[in-house]
T-cell receptor, first 108, second 117 residues
Framework: KNEVEQSPQNLTAQEGEFITINCSYSVGISALHWLQQHPGGGIVSLFMLSSGKKKHGRLIATINIQEKHSSLHITASHPRDSAVYICAVFRRSYIPTFGRGTSLIVHP | GAVVSQHPSRVICKSGTSVKIECRSLDFQATTMFWYRQFPKQSLMLMATSNEGSKATYEQGVEKDKFLINHASLTLSTLTVTSAHPEDSSFYIC?????????????FGNGTRLTVT
């Protein structure tokens, strides 16, 4: 079993819909990152969380340390949000462990 | 924001040859760089951690003689795939951190798609 599980694996939405991507992990962590991988392969770091909630534009990330769970929300989704979203956790070391990613397609 | 440049973005080589991939931090000094491999529809797989001026730390199962990593300066790390074989064909991507630590953001290169014929 992967230490980091993401759901759903694939997600299709219509433009404007509210989207939630989930990440559960089985070990104690120090920090969690949400990453966005574009179709060409480039990866952008969206959020770095160790507690609570962060918001950047239409993106919101939350984490519940006790439940070992994090969510990434996209409000008013747009076709340009189509990408693979990856959850990465850091345990005590600085070595990340990655989830398999959630492939999101937003149709106009 | 911090920029990491990876070159080349795409390379095709013949079996038995070696390929060098460069990862540069353009506007910051990266204490630590990571090298990953990604298979289609799979997650990132950490290959090795590279610290400036010291030998890279390889993950279990990664052949250090096949995947040579050099981190000669605070802005440059290179990955050389030696004696490449078709099974080495994959997407390779690097990331860099300004400082080592769990709360330091990861900055990624755009990746290199390697095809070995």
């Amino acid at each position: 079993k992967n230490e980091v599980e993401q759901s759903p694996q694939n997600l299709t939405a219509q433009e404007g819909e509210f989207i939630t991507i989930n990440c559960s992990y089985s070990v104690g962590i120090s920090a969690l990152h949400w990453l966005q991988q574009h179709p060409g392969g480039g990866i952008v770091s969206l959020f770095m969380l160790s507690s609570g909630k962060k918001k950047h534009g239409r993106l919101i990330a939350t984490i519940n340390i006790q439940e070992k769970h994090s969510s990434l929300h996209i409000t008013a989704s747009h076709p340009r949000d189509s990408a693979v979203y990856i959850c990465a956790v850091f345990r005590r070391s600085y070595i990340p462990t990655f989830g398999r990613g959630t492939s999101l397609i937003v149709h106009p | 924001g911090a920029v990491v440049s990876q070159h080349p973005s795409r390379v095709i080589c013949k079996s038995g040859t070696s390929v060098k991939i460069e990862c540069r931090s353009l506007d910051f000094q990266a204490t630590t760089m990571f090298w990953y491999r990604q298979f289609p529809k799979q997650s990132l797989m950490l290959m090795a951690t590279s610290n400036e001026g010291s030998k890279a730390t390889y993950e279990q199962g990664v052949e250090k003689d096949k995947f040579l990593i050099n981190h000669a300066s605070l802005t440059l790390s290179t990955l050389t795939v030696t004696s490449a074989h078709p099974e080495d064909s994959s997407f390779y991507i690097c990331s860099a951190q300004l400082q080592q630590g769990v709360n330091s953001p990861l900055h990624f290169g755009n990746g290199t798609r390697l095809t070995v014929t």
